[in-house]
């Protein structure tokens, strides 16, 4: 195996070191329809944050984009694995997956099948907005709130429909040179008060080569989603939404799908992973002394079929989750007060499972919250209280319940029309995880004193919007306490005779973000770095589905819009900074070192028609062709490796 090229530490080149520069002399903000183009959100008039958008459908017509971690690859704080699929590790701010959620439609799950993969699936043709809400969220944010969130909402007719326009359809298709290829169709219409939409989309990926050359075994993966979604409007005021959206991947996949290693240890099999979800939605605004209402229910099945291999036998695991939402808002005077309740239920099982005489495993989350927004300019003050409880139920059969009560409050100063503060303290309570489905043939018991995580989250922070440049900045310290975990009990070698759910630790974490961006005329250029530090009792902790130390990232970009030829033309550096530390994990004790990167990607955008609806895309992902691997995953050569160089077309057309 190839050794990584590593540098201890990334250089700017010239280039960026002149537009660091260059942040200094912002002048006249000019309009510009590239998605690196576009300015960060920010809050600068007071507002109470919530899931900042950081993209939406149309910027997917101008890229060649085709999972989410091309769609975030802007977002500094936001960090995938290698591999496709559930070989991606996901973590925000180095929190790992059972830190945070993934909210589709407002409805999530936090079942995990299996410890070596992902549990994330989502297919950037059917999304309208992604927005990203980092570390521990307000009393409104929903159930188990304790380290962010990727949240996204499903597109619907209304959104492509031009104004006007009762028929219309979008077609899409793009190639790779890892002999990727991709292609979709959409469909919607509207007439008089009702309105519906179909999207089909697959992507087939094969195996891809990373820098040294070397072909990745048992990448490939063949995704296909589609979703139909119908709505009608009652009045200008009062909307009801039904979807079906069904996503599913599949492919011959190594036993433990985050490594790459000898493949005759790692037993692969083919594998499908379907994702299922039914979703009813009432929105409405104006509606008396409520202000606004979004009330939903979801009902969402995950499934995954995996061949028999030379190790393990064919299996079926199942998770289903009914969720439902009461959201509401009303106003007093310049005053905002939200209030609602939030529930779901789940259930695991698996073919194991019921082969060893055990049943489901079950839990149910309920939450009420109200929080207040008080708005006395130039100060904004956000206070909030949520309760949340949760109820459950072993595969034997045994039953455990607790409830917290979980405070915030927020403080926004605007001060001065460009320039504001913010200052928050959030508290958020995770309930107690499934054992992971896959294994869940042996017993599982709670330990009589079993609580939620418990999250805290302080922060302070800035944002900064004059003229041309934009300016945002924060650094928080978060602690969890009561972490969870599972011990094997009266063991022998890996077969226990049950498995103990505990409270076992304290994690903490602390870090900085900065986001800049600056634009004159039609010249953009973009500059971020984050940084975070998870301890667990005192010492680095480094588990992927919980945390994972990283070094220093940085994302840096530059795009220019060639208005006489409908042209735009962009590039994009993402690096790491050298990172090492002692793994604490398991009491190991093993000096860590993660290899620092730098990695150049390049992309056009050309509309020949001169108006949106032919777009012509072109990217070159990683120029140099550096074998590198990203630090959000295990360290060590039998992680995934990230592709190498590789060129990419896609066509977008939308009647």
Not at 77 to 83: D, I, L, S
Not at 456 to 462: D, L
Not at 495 to 524: F, I, Q
Request: glycine share 10%; charged share 25%.
């Amino acid at each position: 195996m190839s050794a990584l090229k590593s540098t201890p530490l990334f250089r700017l080149s010239i280039l960026q070191m002149a537009l660091l520069a260059g942040f200094a002399h912002a002048q006249q903000r000019a309009d510009t329809s590239k998605k690196d183009a576009e300015l960060p959100a920010v809050q600068v008039q007071g507002q109470a944050p919530t899931a900042e958008p950081v993209e939406d459908w149309r910027a997917q017509e101008r890229s060649t984009d085709t999972d989410l971690k091309e769609v975030l690859a802007d977002q500094v704080a936001v960090q995938f694995g290698g591999g496709n699929g559930a070989s991606q590790w996901v973590t925000i701010r180095g929190m790992g997956q059972d830190q945070i959620d993934y909210v589709v439609d407002d409805a999530s799950s936090d079942a995990q099948i299996f410890h070596h993969q992902g549990r994330f699936m989502m297919d950037p043709a059917l999304v309208k907005i992604i927005g990203i809400e980092k570390g521990t969220g307000s009393a409104s944010s929903g159930i188990g709130a304790t380290s962010g969130k990727i949240e996204a909402t499903t597109v619907d007719a209304l959104d492509l429909l031009r104004d006007g326009q009762g028929v219309g359809f979008r077609v899409n298709g793009g190639i790779n040179t890892n002999k990727g290829r991709n292609g979709g169709l959409s469909v919607y219409g509207r007439s008089g008060n009702f309105d519906g939409l179909f999207v089909g989309n697959r992507v087939d990926d094969q195996n891809y080569k990373d820098g040294s050359g070397r072909e990745i075994g048992n990448s490939a993966l063949d995704g296909r989603s589609f979703m139909a979604k119908a709505g009608v409007n009652f009045s200008d005021d009062l909307r009801l939404t039904l979807s079906h959206r069904r996503e599913q991947e599949s492919g011959l996949r190594n036993l433990r799908e985050e490594f790459f290693f000898d493949t005759a240890n790692d037993d692969p099999a083919h594998r499908r992973r379907t994702v299922d979800s039914t979703t009813a939605a009432l929105r409405g605004s104006r509606l008396g002394f409520i202000d606004t209402l979004d009330l939903n229910a979801s009902m969402i099945r995950s499934e995954q079929e995996s061949g028999a291999g030379k190790r393990l036998p064919a299996s079926t695991v199942n998770i289903d989750t009914n969720a439902g939402n009461l959201r509401l808002s009303s106003r007093l005077g310049a005053h905002r007060i939200k209030y609602g309740v939030n529930l779901r239920q789940q259930q695991a099982g698996s073919t194991r499972s019921q082969a060893a005489g055990l049943g489901k495993q079950e839990k149910t989350d309920t939450g009420l919250y109200v929080e207040g927004i008080w708005s006395w300019h130039p100060i904004t003050l956000t206070t909030g209280l949520r309760y949340d409880r949760f109820s459950l139920k072993s595969n034997e059969g045994a039953k455990h319940s607790d409830g917290n009560v979980n405070p915030s409050v927020g403080l926004i100063w605007d001060a001065t029309d460009t320039l504001s503060f913010n200052i928050s303290h959030n508290r958020a309570s995770r309930s107690p995880r499934f054992y992971e489905a896959l294994l869940a043939s042996t017993p599982v018991r709670y330990d009589r004193d079993l609580k939620a995580e418990r999250s805290q989250n302080s922060e302070i922070g800035f944002d900064w919007v004059d003229g041309g440049l934009a300016v945002s900045g924060s650094y928080f310290q978060q602690k969890i306490r009561d972490l969870q975990n599972f011990a094997g009990m009266n063991c022998v070698e890996r077969v226990c005779e049950y498995r103990l759910v505990r409270n076992n630790g304290e994690l903490t974490n602390r870090g900085y973000e900065l986001n800049s961006s600056y634009r004159w005329r039609d010249l953009t250029a973009r500059l971020g770095v984050a940084h975070s530090k998870p301890k667990l009792n005192g010492a680095t902790y480094d588990s992927v589905a919980t945390a994972i130390p990283m070094g220093r990232q940085w994302t840096t970009g530059l795009s220019y819009h060639y208005r006489p030829f409908n042209l735009e033309l962009g590039w994009r550096g993402r690096y790491a900074q050298k990172g090492s530390y002692i793994n604490a994990t398991r009491g190991s004790g093993t000096p860590v070192s993660r290899s620092g990167y730098g990695v150049h990607d390049l992309h056009a955008t050309w509309m020949p028609l001169g108006k949106d609806t032919l777009h012509v895309n072109f990217a070159v992902h990683n120029v140099a062709d550096k074998l590198y691997r990203s630090h959000s995953q295990r360290s060590g050569n039998n992680a995934l490796p990230e592709p190498g160089r590789e060129f990419r077309l896609s066509v977008n057309y939308r009647y």
